[in-house]
């Protein structure tokens, strides 16, 4: 059986998390038992939830454990099958987590699925037609509910869950409008991903500037947003939502280092008679078929180009983490292993 390169949690961050909370380790893998099934992961999915993960507080999900390999999605490629309906060859996703192979209890429902990729590439089964695109429907579709005609924006625009948004609230008539940090960015969402416009949040000092942008952008106010960030960006989308607009709550990304998110005018939420909904996509898994196959159709045909950035090998993926928690990132992050 072959060694088996992981990375473990090896303490929790106190603050900003660092390399230093990792540890890289090496072992062999165990020999297959019935209904077993050994994969080689080609690509690791970096996601923001895991930063909450990685402390102890209480949270939708259980801390991940110190001294285990970290959590995560994965693609690969089975290579010994103990299972009857998994040969080798056959192209999976699941949870493998930080590591190079995983011996997966195939029968365990959900543990290992079959990705086909004649027209979708393995990769995007991490991003826009997997996790991060269901994401960005959930919200989008349950949530926002839009009409034709109607203005939406969602910050990290640029990300995983924001660019698969821009897509499929296009294909629903939406004027769209994206908020992301930086003109590459900006230019990428507009350009690429064919949103109808993009501010730069990093141009702008305070809320009222960034209010100000979105008046230009969103000329008839904001119906629904998708808010990844928090912070200012929450502050000055508040400024500009219409009466009776809904605001899908799916994740704080400003705040996952510790940092406080203050939210400037809560009366808002009332004068607009807002609807403010938080969700966690893996807790509606009866969306996901309905889901996967608009986002699979959507990038087969073209119509959403997701942008990956891959850092290479195992031991890179505690910096990539780093950078993503930072804007480092230009679309999906991913790791090749
Ligand atoms: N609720 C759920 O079930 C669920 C599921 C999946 C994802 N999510 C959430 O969805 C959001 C996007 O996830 P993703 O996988 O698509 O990540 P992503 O957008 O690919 O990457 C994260 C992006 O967040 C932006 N960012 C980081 N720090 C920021 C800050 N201080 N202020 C403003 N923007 C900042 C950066 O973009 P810029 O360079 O543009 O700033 C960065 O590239 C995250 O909040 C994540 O936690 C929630």
Request: zero cysteines; charged letters at 20%.
């Given at each position: 059986m072959p060694t088996n390169r992981q990375i473990l949690l090896d303490n929790r961050p106190q603050g900003e998390a660092t390399v230093s909370n990792f540890k890289l380790v090496s072992t062999e893998t165990p020999a297959l038992q019935d209904g077993q099934v050994l994969v080689r992961h080609h690509y690791l999915s970096l996601d923001p939830y895991m930063r909450g993960r990685m402390n102890e507080s209480k949270s939708y999900a259980q801390p991940q454990p110190l001294g285990e390999v970290m959590i995560g999605g994965t693609v690969g490629e089975v290579v010994e099958s103990r299972h009857p309906k998994f040969s080798a060859g056959d192209k999976v996703v699941g949870m493998g987590g930080w590591q190079e192979y995983s011996v997966v209890d195939a029968a365990q429902p959900g543990a290992l699925r079959k990705v086909d990729t004649t027209h979708v590439p393995l990769s995007h089964y991490l991003g826009a037609v997997g996790m991060p695109g269901v994401t960005a429907w959930y919200g989008l579709v349950k949530i926002i509910d839009p009409k034709a005609g109607d203005t939406v924006v969602v910050s990290a625009a640029a990300g995983a869950v924001g660019s698969a948004y821009g897509a499929l609230a296009k294909a629903r008539g939406c004027r769209v409008v994206g908020i992301a940090g930086g003109k590459d960015k900006c230019d990428y969402v507009v350009n690429e991903l064919g949103f109808d416009a993009c501010i730069d949040y990093k141009e702008h000092k305070d809320a009222y500037s960034l209010a100000k942008a979105l008046k230009q952008a969103c000329p008839n106010g904001i119906d629904g947003y998708f808010e990844n960030v928090g912070g200012m960006v929450l502050d000055a989308v508040l400024l500009r939502m219409n009466a009776h607009g809904r605001i899908a709550v799916c994740g704080m990304i400003a705040g996952y280092d510790g940092q406080p998110l203050p939210l400037a005018n809560?009366?808002?939420?009332?004068?607009?008679?807002?609807?403010?909904?938080?969700?966690?996509?893996?807790?509606?898994?009866?969306?996901?078929?309905?889901?996967?196959?608009?986002?699979?159709?959507?990038?087969?045909?073209?119509k959403l180009r997701p942008r990956e950035s891959v850092a290479q090998g195992i031991e890179a993926a505690p910096e990539a983490f780093l950078g993503l928690l930072k804007g480092k990132n230009f679309g999906k992050q991913l790791v090749k292993l």
């Open positions: 809560p009366a808002l939420i009332l004068v607009n008679r807002l609807k403010i909904q938080g969700f966690i996509v893996s807790e509606h898994m009866e969306v996901w078929p309905e889901a996967l196959k608009e986002l699979g159709t959507l990038v087969g045909t073209g």
